[in-house]
C-alpha cells in the first residue's frame, strides 16, 4: 500500500525555476533512498538526483538542481533553477522503503509529472 505522490511540473521559460515535490505514504517503516529520474521523448530514463546516506547529482544538473528531504513527511523535493530546454522530460520519483512489518527493501515509483521547458 505505499505510495509516491509527485506535484509541482509545469510549463516555464528558459532560465526559470520549478519546484517539484514527492510525498511517501502508507505502511512505511523506513525509507533508505529517495531521488528523481527523469524521460525524455525517445529516450531512456535517466538518473538526475539522489538522498540517502549520501547526495549524488547527475553531471548535467549539478549547480543547477537542489535535492533535498523532510524525513517526518517522507517527503522529497527537487528544487530546479536555470532550466533548458533540454531538461523537458517527464520526471518520475523514486524511493527505496522497508515497508511495515517486512524485513525487505522495495522499490517504488512515482506516477510523473511533466516538466516543459520552452525557448
Known amino acids: 500500500q505505499v505510495q509516491l505522490v509527485e506535484s509541482g511540473g509545469g510549463l516555464v521559460q528558459a532560465g526559470g525555476s520549478l519546484s517539484l515535490s514527492c510525498a511517501a505514504s502508507g505502511s512505511i517503516f523506513s525509507i533508505r533512498i529517495m531521488g528523481w529520474y527523469r524521460q525524455a521523448p525517445g529516450k531512456q530514463r535517466e538518473l538526475v538526483a539522489t538522498?540517502?546516506?549520501?547526495?549524488n547529482y547527475a553531471e548535467f544538473v549539478k549547480g543547477r538542481f537542489t535535492i533535498s528531504r523532510d524525513n517526518a513527511k517522507n517527503t522529497v523535493y527537487l528544487q530546479m533553477n536555470g532550466l533548458k530546454p533540454e531538461d523537458t522530460a517527464v520526471y518520475y520519483c523514486n524511493a527505496v522503503i522497508r515497508p511495515t512489518g517486512s524485513m525487505k527493501l522495495y522499490i517504488y515509483w512515482g506516477q510523473g509529472t511533466q516538466v516543459t521547458v520552452s525557448s
Open positions: 538522498s540517502g546516506n549520501s547526495t
